[in-house]
Structure formats: C-alpha cells, structure tokens
C-alpha cells in the first residue's frame, strides 16, 4: 500500500500565475501518475512522472502548460502553469507499487482560477 | 481508443433500496477491473477489483461486482443500500496496453436518501 500527502489541498489564483503541487509518498515508488478532474467529469491522465527521467505527457497535455519534477522515488512536483479558467480542476497524483495492483490517490489538490 | 463507459451520471436511492451501476469498457485484450469510491471530501478510494478467477468479486462494505467478459461489462451491486454510501463511484480498467496507468469511466453519483 502507499500513502500519499498532497499539497496544496485547495487554492484560488489569479489567471496568468503558476501553481506547484507536491506529492509525497510514503515510500519508493517508480511511477507516479497526474491527473485532472474537471468539474463534473472522471479522472484524466496528464502524465506519468518517473524518476530520472523526462514525465511522459499525454495527448492534449504539453510539458510547457504542466511541468513535471521528480527529483526521487517518493516526491514529485505538478507546475500548472500561465493558469486560465479552464484550468479549474482538481489535480490528484497517484502511484502504483510494484507488487501492489491497486492503484492509491492523493487527496487532490483543488484549483480555483479566477 | 480504450474507453470506460458508466451508465448512469447521478443515481437516487432511497435507504434499502438495492443498487447496480453499470460499467462497460472498450478493449479486446485482457484486462484488470477495479471500482473506486469517492465520498464527498475524501480521496479515492478502492472498493474491489478483478484480475482473474471468479468473476463475481466481493470487495468492502457490502458491494460487489461482476465481470462479464462476453459483455465487456463490470457492473457493481449492492443489495441494500445506506445513506453512508453516497459517494462518487468509478469504474476503472487497466489492461496490458496500458501499462500501469488506468482509464477510468466518468463516474456515477449515488445518492441515498435516509
């Protein structure tokens, strides 16, 4: 299992700024995962954040609207960057330790952009 | 394009009442199942999962669920529903294309009423 801090819980910002969120987990895991919750609607892959190496982006998502840090096995960083509107959402990382095959969330972080 | 579909937006139950939410997912290939529970203020949370055998699997509080493989289907049931489970449920798949990412459904919000 894995336990995973997220941080901020809730924000409201002004459009144009940049909000980093932090996900700490409570033990090494290789994978970390990004996703979005738009209003109303289900959970959407923005990338998958593995350590060393570059965050894989999917369709839709760009390394420059939503840059990823992951400077170890139990942290990583979401930038959202030059914030619209649009990007009202909630923001949930997650991991999936090897061995474990359940997936485990973070409380997510809720963006207001105003 | 894999997808997961959930038949119902918003349910309302009233207490005893017993409930199914259906699930169907898009892939040919062999798949992992999962339904996740969100209550209100709460992360994500797993309430069971398929990966093979029995295809009638029971997970916590009372619900389970059932993989019908002709129907590309996993839908959950409970039969006596409390004011407790209002919640958002997720259906989820993750299949060997995936990697271990998951694609989830758009959600079903259960309502019970007291």
């Known amino acids: 299992s894995a336990v995973i801090s997220q941080k901020p819980s809730r924000d409201i910002c002004q459009r144009g700024t940049s909000l980093t969120i932090q996900c700490q987990v409570d033990?090494?895991?290789?994978?970390m995962f990004w996703y979005r919750q738009q209003p109303g609607q289900s959970l959407t892959l923005i990338a998958t954040?593995?350590?060393?190496?570059?965050?894989?982006?999917e369709s839709g998502f760009v390394i420059d609207k939503f840059p990823i840090s992951r400077p170890n096995l139990t942290f990583s960083t979401l930038t959202v960057s030059n914030m619209s509107p649009e990007d009202s959402s909630i923001y949930l990382c997650?991991?999936?330790?090897?061995?474990?095959?359940?997936?485990?969330f973070g409380q997510g972080t809720r963006l207001t952009v105003v | 394009a894999q997808s997961v579909s959930q038949h119902n937006h918003h349910v309302i139950l009233s207490e005893a009442a017993s409930l199914e939410l259906g699930c169907n997912y898009s892939?040919?290939?062999?798949?992992?199942l999962f339904w996740y529970v969100q209550y209100p203020g709460q992360h994500l949370q797993l309430l069971l999962k398929?990966?093979?055998?029995?295809?009638l699997v029971k997970g916590i509080k009372g619900f389970e669920a059932e993989f019908i493989k002709s129907k590309f289907s996993f839908n959950l049931r409970k039969p006596s529903v409390q004011w407790s489970d209002t919640a958002e449920y997720f259906c989820?798949?993750?299949?060997?294309?995936?990697?271990?990412?998951?694609?989830f459904g758009p959600g079903t919000r259960l309502s019970v009423l007291p």
């Open positions: 954040a593995n350590q060393g190496s570059e965050a894989t982006y």
């Open positions: 398929y990966f093979s055998g029995d295809p």
């Open positions: 033990s090494q895991v290789t994978m």
């Open positions: 989820a798949v993750n299949g060997d294309n995936y990697g271990q990412n998951f694609v």
């Open positions: 997650s991991v999936r330790p090897r061995g474990d095959t359940e997936a485990f």
């Open positions: 892939y040919g290939g062999t798949v992992n």
